[in-house]
């Protein structure tokens, strides 16, 4: 491990000599990166250092094994870990969720958030989902006392195998003293966000086979009810697109949702720079530099930030989340589909926007003319239980649907405008820009195919579709 470090330390001075821009320097250890892990390259004093782990474990029953033993990823960091309470099922999980926790000098806000995450999901969605804390601070007294709390309030949860605490030993951080002190930063704020940047990655790379997705959370965060079917909605509705990070959260490293195959990479990425800037602002370069230009928020906010002093130094922190709604159920299922229409597109607000729930996200189109639709044909024959589609904003309540009608369709072909229903029924009319039809599947005798939206008179204005919402009957299948 020490070698590793060593390592670092070269890059880090290759660094200083350099003139190149920090962005040209992230991309190039981000190649290193990538054919490091590509080839699965380890250190031989690593190699050695493991074995020897293997060969004579340390003094201690909390001392289980190193965690490359539990992962099949040749690029994750070896760390031989403190089982504190509970431990890995070999079942893997649809979701693990991820907090690092520390000693606050005011206030400790953990096991409520232990709680929120539990209380907040049904018995079905407890199944689906681990809770690991990884308790990132090295008062061995304070993290015992801790444990001993959390084993009495969440016992049930440590035998079910649906939370577990770790720890990851002080002799492998690197050195936290002498740091770059970038953006200016005292020098105790530099070592509290280059600390907490090797938590968080010695703790993405604990959780990497675990599960097939994974969220991080803030060890003082509030959840909204079944937020796990909602998280589940969001992810089918992404079918087919490319993705690094969801967010559902406007805050810190809260709500940020990841495939666990790219944790590996994640937590070397942390580990490389953890000196140079706060973590939030390490994912943003992270997921642009894996492709995803934009972000990609949700609303409403599935978590919300509780606590009231921050863990740096105690500080007051009363940031809340304006988007955060304690009851997320209604959320849509929108499933998986093909959009298409014919009316004049402005500028990159194409139709796939109003089918999505992304914040800031719509679909707007020049003047319709009588005749003209908007059509979401679905990629399987779906029963659809209820539609609301809200046309205009706040601040552009002109550019609303004036006339229009609703129709479902079925008997799906090919044609040269793409694919099309055969044959269509109306649902109803827009009034003031918006409609809503519940009990579709009562009214129609037949699986929807097509929901498509039919212009019945030209306008002048143009026209924002801001929201499609689509709920199903059925139970819906949840990628892997």
């Given at each position: 491990m020490r070698v590793m470090w060593k390592s670092v330390d070269k890059m880090r001075c290759f660094r200083k000599r350099s003139m190149?821009?920090?962005?040209?320097?992230?991309?190039?250890?981000?190649l290193f990166f990538n054919l490091y892990?590509?080839?699965g390259y380890v250190l031989e004093a690593e190699k050695r250092q493991l074995g020897e782990t293997l060969m004579h474990p340390p003094n201690t029953d909390r001392y289980v094994h190193t965690f490359r033993d539990l992962s099949n990823f040749s690029g994750t960091i070896n760390v031989t870990y403190r089982y504190l309470a509970g431990i890995p099922l070999p079942r893997k999980k649809f979701l693990?969720?991820?907090?690092?926790?520390?000693?606050?000098?005011?206030?400790?806000?953990?096991?409520?958030?232990?709680?929120?995450?539990?209380?907040?999901?049904?018995?079905?969605?407890?199944?689906?989902?681990?809770?690991?804390?990884?308790?990132?601070?090295?008062?061995?007294?304070w993290c015992e006392n801790l444990v001993q709390e959390i084993s009495r309030k969440f016992a049930h949860h440590i035998i079910a195998g649906r939370l577990l605490v770790i720890q990851a030993p002080e002799e492998y951080y690197p050195s936290l003293d002498g740091l770059k002190r970038n953006y200016n930063d005292p020098e105790d704020r530099v070592r509290f966000?280059?600390?907490?940047?090797?938590?968080?990655?010695?703790?993405?790379?604990?959780?990497?086979?675990?599960?097939?997705?994974?969220?991080m959370l803030e060890d003082d965060v509030r959840c909204s009810r079944n937020f796990l079917t909602a998280l589940k909605k969001v992810i089918t509705s992404r079918e087919g697109s490319y993705w690094v990070m969801l967010e559902f959260s406007k805050l810190g490293y809260i709500g940020k949702l990841y495939h666990s195959r790219d944790l590996p990479r994640l937590a070397h990425f942390?580990?490389?720079?953890?000196?140079?800037?706060?973590?939030?602002?390490?994912?943003?370069h992270f997921r642009g530099l894996l492709a995803q230009k934009d972000v990609i928020r949700f609303k409403p906010s599935l978590f919300q930030h509780m606590g009231y002093y921050s863990s740096y130094k105690g500080a007051e922190n009363k940031l809340k989340d304006d988007d955060f709604e304690e009851d997320s159920i209604d959320i849509p299922d929108n499933p998986p589909a093909s959009l298409y229409t014919n009316?004049?597109?402005?500028?990159?607000?194409d139709a796939t926007k109003a089918y999505s729930s992304i914040v800031d996200e719509y679909f707007w189109g020049k003047p319709p003319c009588t005749g003209d639709f908007f059509i979401i044909i679905f990629n399987r024959s779906t029963k659809i239980s209820r539609i609301k589609i809200v046309t205009g904003t706040e601040d552009r309540q002109n550019d609303i649907l004036?006339?229009?009608?609703?129709?479902?369709?079925?008997?799906?072909?090919?044609?040269?405008?793409?694919?099309?229903?055969?044959?269509?029924?109306?649902?109803?009319?827009?009034?003031?820009?918006?409609?809503?039809?519940?009990?579709?599947d009562h009214k129609i005798g037949f699986d929807i195919e097509c929901v498509r939206i039919v212009?019945?008179?030209?306008?002048?204005?143009?026209?924002?579709?801001?929201?499609?919402?689509?709920?199903?009957?059925?139970?819906m299948t949840f990628l892997k």
């Open positions: 190149f821009p920090f962005l040209g320097f992230l991309i190039t250890f981000l892990m590509d080839g693990t969720i991820g907090l690092s926790s520390v000693k606050r000098k005011k206030g400790n806000y953990l096991l409520e958030t232990i709680k929120s995450i539990f209380d907040q999901s049904s018995y079905e969605e407890l199944k689906e989902i681990v809770v690991v804390v990884h308790l990132a601070d090295f008062d061995l007294v966000r280059s600390k907490q940047n090797v938590d968080y990655a010695f703790l993405l790379n604990f959780c990497t086979n675990l599960s097939h997705f994974y969220m942390l580990l490389m720079f953890y000196q140079e800037m706060p973590c939030d602002w390490l994912l943003i009316i004049n597109v402005f500028e990159n607000y004036h006339h229009g009608a609703l129709e479902v369709g079925q008997k799906s072909v090919d044609t040269k405008q793409g694919r099309q229903c055969t044959s269509y029924i109306t649902l109803g009319e827009f009034k003031v820009g918006n409609i809503e039809v519940n009990n579709v212009v019945t008179a030209s306008q002048k204005e143009w026209l924002i579709i801001r929201t499609i919402s689509l709920w199903t009957t059925q139970q």
